[in-house]
């Protein structure tokens, strides 16, 4: 053919894809879907996507909305004024912050969206930021996409993990612009006390640095335990800006809503790169969401309690397996060391696809999440608690070699269902 060479066409994508780290839970999600195909209901609890519905007032607001032809056209990308004042009031109500809706609230298109872009808003090639390890994958992806360097720092929850933070601002040169937190904490499910974020005030003044506190399951919370914001410490909008979603505490994460709020530079900053990128979340989302944030506190607090229970029977029975488990007292995730014995000296990758091909259950092993997460695996709260005992009597019969349960018929006739309401029992909420 004319024109025509042997050689193959290359698509030169950009040098900020090709600096994304290895993806490393393709394998395993690769396998799940091959298991899947072939016939076998895996019990998936890798992935930490809320199974639960939406509230019925919010989902009738929603359709309530969408008939109404004025809320068509394009949005404003930085939100429905009315839903970052409905967002300030929450605050407000919850934590006793004060925001400026038009200054220090930002609606996001997920907290994720809002996440990322605020990293393209703040960083330059070659600017650096302290994320602790493990941590969860967007904390370092979205960085390097900007052009930044991340600087792991072992996680924690304490003076010696803000210490660790430390020695790395005083040595490091050019000092780091920004440090990621996150508590309640993905995958770790560790948790803090105000004081925390009075140490990490102190620290980011000291030394010059921003921090962001990443709040997505501020408001799933256990045993009493309420999650503090980090808006909440003198100062914290000086130095800062936090994440919040309407994704998990309200079982909306398909809806895509989120808020950056805290520091006018920052959230000034993100609203620059939104408006440059889009316009705004379709309006009756954001009307939904209004009412959500203002009549939604029961439904959120009715939400933790079937989170708290469905953990209460993951940790009961991983503690029968062998495991070392903390009982966690935020997030959707059980975070648990793997049994040595059942790790057999595999690392948790492998450690995961063995438990996909012959337990039929699905975990997030740790290492995807960070060095320091090696020997771990995260455990999401995302199948009814008949399902989590049903993964428990399936891990028990691989990892101990114990008769396998015979399944329930409801279960045992389900071909690849994934999700509790496939099963057709549905969770109380
Ligand atoms: C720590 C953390 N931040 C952010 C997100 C993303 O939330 P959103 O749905 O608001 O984008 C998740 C989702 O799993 C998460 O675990």
Redesign the pocket.
């Known amino acids: 053919m004319a024109g025509g060479t042997d050689t193959p066409f290359t698509i030169p994508v950009s040098s900020r894809i090709q600096r994304l780290p290895p993806y490393l839970f393709a394998r395993l999600n690769t396998l799940k879907a091959e298991k899947r195909r072939a016939g076998y209901d895996i019990i998936d609890l890798g992935m930490?996507n809320p199974i639960d519905p939406s509230p019925d007032f919010v989902v009738e607001k929603l359709a309530e909305a969408a008939h109404d032809a004025r809320n068509h056209r394009y949005s404003a990308s930085v939100g429905l004024f009315n839903l970052r004042r409905e967002v300030a009031l929450k605050y407000k109500r919850k934590y006793g912050v004060d925001l400026d809706p038009d200054k220090e609230v930002v609606v996001t298109i997920?907290?994720?969206?809002g996440?990322s872009h605020l990293m393209l808003a703040m960083l330059g090639t070659g600017d650096t930021v302290v994320v602790g390890d493990p941590a969860?994958p967007?904390h370092v992806y979205a960085v390097a996409l900007a052009g930044g360097n991340v600087i792991s720092v072992k996680l924690g929850n304490d003076e010696a993990f803000l210490e660790r933070i430390e020695h790395v601002l005083r040595n490091l040169f050019p000092r780091p612009k920004l440090v990621i937190l996150?508590y309640p904490h993905?995958p770790a499910a560790m948790t803090v006390e105000p004081l925390f974020y009075q140490q990490a005030v102190a620290l980011a003044r000291q030394y010059g640095v921003l921090l962001i506190n990443?709040f997505?399951?501020g408001e799933t919370c256990f045993d009493g335990y309420h999650a503090p914001s980090f808006l909440a410490t003198p100062g914290a909008k000086e130095v800062g800006v936090e994440?919040s979603?309407?994704?998990?505490p309200y079982n909306m994460?398909g809806w895509?809503?989120?808020f950056c709020c805290g520091n006018s530079e920052m959230v000034r900053a993100l609203s620059t790169i939104k408006g440059y990128y889009d316009y705004g979340h379709f309006a009756p989302i954001q009307i939904a969401s209004i009412l959500a944030l203002r009549k939604g506190d029961d439904f959120v607090q009715a939400q933790s309690v079937v989170y708290q229970k469905r953990r209460d029977v993951l940790v009961a029975g991983l503690k029968k397996l062998g495991w070392e488990v903390e009982t966690p007292r935020a997030s959707m995730f059980v975070w648990a060391k793997v049994a040595p014995q059942h790790l057999a000296g595999d690392g948790t990758i492998d450690f995961a696809l063995r438990l996909v091909e012959h337990a039929e259950v699905a975990v997030a092993p740790g290492r995807g999440f960070g060095d320091n997460g090696e020997g771990y695996v995260r455990i999401a709260l995302v199948e009814n608690e008949l399902r989590i005992k049903q993964a428990l009597r399936q891990m028990d019969a691989y990892l101990n070699g114990r008769k396998k349960h015979q399944r329930p018929s409801s279960l045992a006739t389900a071909k690849g269902r994934t999700t509790e309401a496939a099963t057709g029992d549905h969770p109380h909420i």
Do not use: C, H, L, Q
């Open positions: 930490g997920g907290s994720k969206e996440f969860y967007i996150n993905n990443d997505a399951y994440f979603t309407m994704s998990k994460a895509r809503v989120g």
